[in-house]
């Protein structure tokens, strides 16, 4: 996907025309096949205009691939308009538009299934594969955390993580550290000074030790249902299981703030 965004505009950028942006050049392109001026595109029509604007590829499948790919709706049309927009907004760091990268891709279908809850089940998943705490997993078992958590990510997509060179390592996901960048994705001030709070109060006798499992079982007693307590045990478990794999009881305020 990245190397076809990019050779897309540098065939733009070669097709100078006056007073006009390469956003604007490129519907231009769409709009010479769109005979009834509806702003869509079909497949037919999306090679068409690669082909004019000199990309092919040499299996018809790949332009297929990238087609569906922008084919939201998977109606089998795509909003030219919208799509040239995205193109020029893809792996730009000058945009004020956030660029595409795999962590927000997954954030995005975490949300969509119930993002809390959601997390919670891709981290206990990953805690089962993982059953020797390496903190990471070949890509065939990451694939099938992600299946199995009906996170399911197309080709194209999984390209964002083979590009994310911190993250993915000589055919190795790092797991752990797509978990820290989830977890760190929810942090602000107001967060930081409820933790705050809250650990001065858990503290307030003068004992610095807050034991991890005392604070686990403060949030499940007060808790309003049985759905709450699970969600909260559930939740502790998981972030134990990461943590705290050297088999420290204690927690600090840091710890406190991520779990908050």
Known sequence: MIRYVNELKEKIELKLIPNKTNEQVLKEYFKYFDLESLGLCNLQNFIKTNERLGLVYKKSTDLEKIFNYFDKDKDGYINYKNFSREIFSMFNPNKNIQPINFISILINKLNEKNGNLAFIKLIKSFNIIDYNNTKKLTIDDFLK????????????????????YDLFINGVVLYYKI???????????RRYSFSQDFYNYLTEDGNKNVSFNDLRNFFINNSNDDMEKQFYSDFFDCYKFITFSNNNNYISLNDIIFIC
Not at 147 to 163: A, I, R, V
Not at 179 to 189: P, V
Request: charged share 15%.
């Open 179 to 189: 978990i820290e960048i989830l977890i760190n994705n929810y942090w602000n001030e």
């Open 145 to 164: 955390v992600l299946n199995e958590c009906h996170l399911n990510f197309n080709s194209f997509e999984m390209q964002y993580l083979f590009q994310e």
